[in-house]
């Protein structure tokens, strides 16, 4: 049976299954119990250092929403495992080439 009104549904009590729908499209966030360890976040100078470029640059990867990144308060950090996917979908792999009578084939 499913809580009808507001009441109902704050004195419901949350199960280890227990997930709220997050966004329209139906996705859910797991709720107390399901949710894994936390991961280090890290701050733009932090990440910065770990691409070895400027704190400039991470700035506006967060600006472009081209990273992703959890808002502390009013303060941006990004978790150590949106690095490692930027770092694995911008990493660029060799090409093999074939040489025919002189020319790439």
Request: net charge positive; charged share 30%; glycine share 2%.
């Amino acid at each position: 049976m499913t809580p009808d009104t507001k009441a109902q549904r704050a004195a419901a009590p949350f199960t280890d299954a227990h997930t709220v729908p997050a966004y329209p499209d139906a996705r859910a966030v797991p709720m107390a119990a399901d949710r894994q360890p936390l991961e280090r976040l890290m701050t733009r100078d932090e990440a910065a250092e770990a691409l070895r470029s400027k704190p400039r640059f991470i700035r506006r990867l967060i600006a472009e929403r081209r990273i992703r990144f959890v808002y502390v308060g009013r303060t941006p950090h990004i978790p150590e495992s949106a690095i490692a996917d930027y770092i694995m979908e911008h990493t660029v792999h060799p090409v093999t080439v074939r040489w025919r009578a002189g020319k790439a084939a």
